[in-house]
Every structure is written in structure tokens, then in C-alpha cells.
């Protein structure tokens, strides 16, 4: 792989219509409802996402993933290698035995409605959604002091991505 190595953030809506997506959308007041993480392969020189959906967490080659989503927009960031091992060892564990945490986007879309600070049914064990591998991989990987990671939005994780960025945390 040449050239210096980066992660993206992609911010998205389904092509098909899916009342949840649609619900995370309008309450989120956004123009996406899903996050996921473009992750270069190192081996392969394959461009692969990693994302919360369809009942796990899991990886997917970006050109099919694409087929069925429209990228609204999008935040580059870039890593190092120490990053990037970090980020894949991360998402090595998560994938496929981790599954997709519905009752945990549940319980945001609640939050945001009654203006909680507590997602109320947030199913803890081997369960993520899209924004909080997100908020993971800022916490984590790039040392954003997050709280209330299971209470992140799609909507948040951009806001606070673009804020860092212009604060020179990222």
C-alpha cells in the first residue's frame, strides 16, 4: 500500500427504504443514519468497511457495500501504524461474534426524544451499533476523553469527529 495511512468515517442513508433508518434519519435530524469505518487492507490493497448492521458486526468490501448505501458525507482521518493495528486487532475481535446491537439504537432514539442522559435499553454484552464502534475508535484509538458512548448518535459522532479535527485532536 502506498501513501500514508487513513481511516474514513462514512456517513450514510440505505438506497431501500428502512423504517428504522428512516426513524435514526428524522430524529437525528441528519441527512444519514448509519456510520461506518473505511479500513485499507494492507495485504490485499482492498478498501474495507467495518460496520455495525444486519445482526452483527462485521466486514465487507466497501464496492459491494456501496451497492446498497449512498455515502452522505464523510470525515478523513489520518493514522499510524500503531493506530491501525490497534484498529484492526479491534475490529478483529468484534467481527462476526459480536452482535448488532438493536435494542442499544433503541434506547438512543429514546434518549434523544425524552432528552435522557441513560440509554434505558442498552444490551450490554457482545452487542455494538454503528456509532458506538465509532465513538470506540475515538476513545480508543485517538484518546477523545468520550463518555456515554452507548448514547452516541450517527449525528454526534460527525459533530464531535469535525470539532476534534478543527481542534487538532485528530
Known sequence: MSGPLQIKFLFSYP????????????????????????VPDTQTNQVMLFEASHGEAHWTIKDEWLKHNDVKFSITLPISWKQYILIKTMFNEWSDRTKYGFLGVLGI???MIFKLHINIFRDKDKTLFCSEIA??????????????????????VKKITLKAKLKGEL
Open 15 to 38: 438506497k431501500k427504504f428502512r423504517l428504522t433508518s428512516w426513524l435514526i434519519k428524522t430524529i437525528d435530524r441528519a441527512s444519514f443514519s448509519h456510520v461506518a469505518i473505511e
Open 109 to 111: 432514539l429514546v434518549a
Open 135 to 156: 465513538g470506540y475508535v475515538l476513545k480508543e484509538v485517538f484518546g477523545l476523553p468520550l463518555k456515554r458512548i452507548e448514547l452516541l448518535s450517527p449525528n454526534d
